[in-house]
């Protein structure tokens, strides 16, 4: 038996006409990060739907640890935050929690979580007074009950403020140190940037890059840009690097990834007449654009 925790291979799943899930390859190791994107109708959330036995799929397998979806092994081990999650509003968050667990049999201590995702003053208020944030927060907690071995997330961080996304990644980094594998459905590629070990992009049902970061940035090839700042001549800056000039006393220039070293070994023999240098490699978005305009095309 595979030693990943999720494995879908050869995945397909219409509706009607329509390819819904094209041939789709994707494995998790216990403990790994993987961020899913792709626009609205890629077909993220029925990737996620077939994973947790919700709807069936025409062709291909899916195994979590082993175990069918749907099954009372794959249900057990797994748990799911979806992007819209509702509680029932006359209940507290501990007695909501605390139902949760005796349904799932994890037991825990309900307190010590809600206290862990930041529902320690809410946990005896009624769920109908939460806002979405808070509901949010309460969903994050019923995740982490019973240590799962893999956590689907879908738009985690909706509704949340910036330090509350903050901390929520600092959970989904906890969770994958006792060994979770965590999928993470998002549109907020800057914040799955620097938070997840791979970057899976899934466009109209097919997927289209599945790799690191930065392998999928080396497959690219896109550029990397440079923006030097002059001490007193922009312009004679300009002429030797080749580049345009931006904010009156810089200039901005690209170069392949193979040129980069060539390029600041030029900028560094200009010496003093260089103040300052800054480069950016191609973002997410970046590579998620490239990647999706590669399979439309």
């Known amino acids: 038996m595979s030693d990943m925790t999720l494995t879908l291979k050869s995945v397909c799943k219409s509706r009607g006409k329509l390819c819904v899930l094209d041939d789709v390859d994707l494995s998790l190791a216990p403990g790994e990060r993987v961020a899913l994107l792709g626009h609205n109708g890629a077909g993220k959330s029925t990737l996620i739907k077939c994973v947790l036995g919700l ?15 749907g099954s009372a092994d794959a249900r057990r081990n ?20 605390s139902l949760f667990a005796q349904l799932s049999g994890a037991g825990g201590d309900v307190p010590g979580l ?3 995702v930041g529902l320690d003053d809410a946990m005896d208020r009624r769920i109908g007074a939460y806002s979405k944030g808070m509901r949010q927060r309460l969903g994050l907690a ?21 330090i509350s996304r903050q901390d929520l990644y600092a959970i989904i980094d906890e969770l994958a140190g006792q060994g979770t594998a965590v999928l993470i459905a998002s549109h907020a590629l ?43 001549n922009p312009e004679a800056l300009a002429a030797h690097l080749g580049g345009n000039r931006v ?5 901005e220039m690209l170069c392949s990834p193979a040129d980069k070293m060539q390029a600041l070994r030029r900028i560094a023999a200009m010496g003093e007449a260089v103040v300052d240098l800054e480069m950016t490699p191609p973002r997410l978005e970046d590579l998620y654009r490239h990647y999706a305009k590669e399979a439309l095309q």
């Open 55 to 69: 709807t069936s799929f025409a062709g291909g397998a899916i195994h979590i640890d082993g175990a069918r979806p």
């Open 78 to 97: 797994t748990a799911y935050l979806p992007e819209a999650v509702s509680f029932h509003p006359a209940l507290t968050g501990r007695e909501q929690l």
């Open 114 to 116: 809600l206290d862990r």
């Open 142 to 162: 019923q995740v982490l009950l019973g240590r799962p071995k893999l956590a689907l997330l879908d738009e985690p961080t909706s509704g949340l403020d910036p």
């Open 190 to 232: 800057t914040e799955v940037e620097a938070r997840t070990d791979r970057i899976a992009i899934l466009r109209k049902g097919v997927m289209v890059a599945d790799d690191t970061l930065a392998n999928l940035s080396d497959l690219a090839g896109l550029p990397i840009r440079l923006r030097v700042r002059a001490r007193e």
């Open 247 to 251: 904010n009156g006393a810089a200039v």
